[in-house]
């Protein structure tokens, strides 16, 4: 099969969809990904965004210390090791095989291992209140069809007030070309254009799929999981910090904000109306 991209589009791409090309593209980049990002990400570590921010020094989460913690989208799972050094229980998972290899590779590495699964975030396989806290670092959720299902799922297999950490791509950086120079400040679609990102292979297949919320859209997928919103943080980006990824760069984060980090907690049993 072609799995090179060919050109990119916006059209419709459902669950199957979205979770078979991402599935595809992760597995055929994890290496590469790790050699061009693995010494930003660490082996053993818990990066929040490509602002820079770690979880060593921001403490979103708290103390982590005998806690069941899962890990959406876990990919080579630096984060989820990194909660292990903490004393948690951890367990991980991630759509791609290849990014769980990559994993295994950094458990040898690094003496630090790591519990994980593979699986789609849209269909969780642990049973109804299995964890105190869920985390995910660019994990999952920015790739998945039907968010709010995700939501509901994390929200299934929380404790009652069990915590939910998650960072994704802030919504603002949708209407922006994905370019970390001048051309990427240039507004040119819609915040309210939902429509997937979609990059194609030259059948027309999907290699690699995105897709937008906006905050409000956000808000409602956790309040309708029954969870509560308790922080919105929006990471500046850091003074000195040179570092390109991707769209990130020194020059769009003095202007605009990259990540959103949302944190929030199951007030009642999923499903409850609140």
Known sequence: MDTQASNVSHRTADAQESARANRLWWDLNAQDYYAEHGTTLGDADLLWCPEGLREEQAQLLGAVRGLDVLEVGCGAAQGGRWLVTQGARVTGFDVSFGQLAMGRELDRRTGVAVTTVQADAQLLPFRDEAFDLVVSAFGAIPFVSDSAGTMREIARVLRPGGRLVFSTTHPVRWVFPDDPGPAGLTVRQSYFDRTPYVEQNSAGQAVYVEHHRTLGDRLRELRQAGLVLDD??????????????GQWSPLR?????????????????????V
């Open 253 to 273: 984060g003095a202007l605009l904000p990259g990540t959103a980090i949302f944190l929030a907690h199951l007030e009642t049993a999923p499903g409850a109306v």
């Open 232 to 245: 919105l943080v929006e990471p500046e980006w850091p003074a000195g910090r040179t570092e390109e990824w």
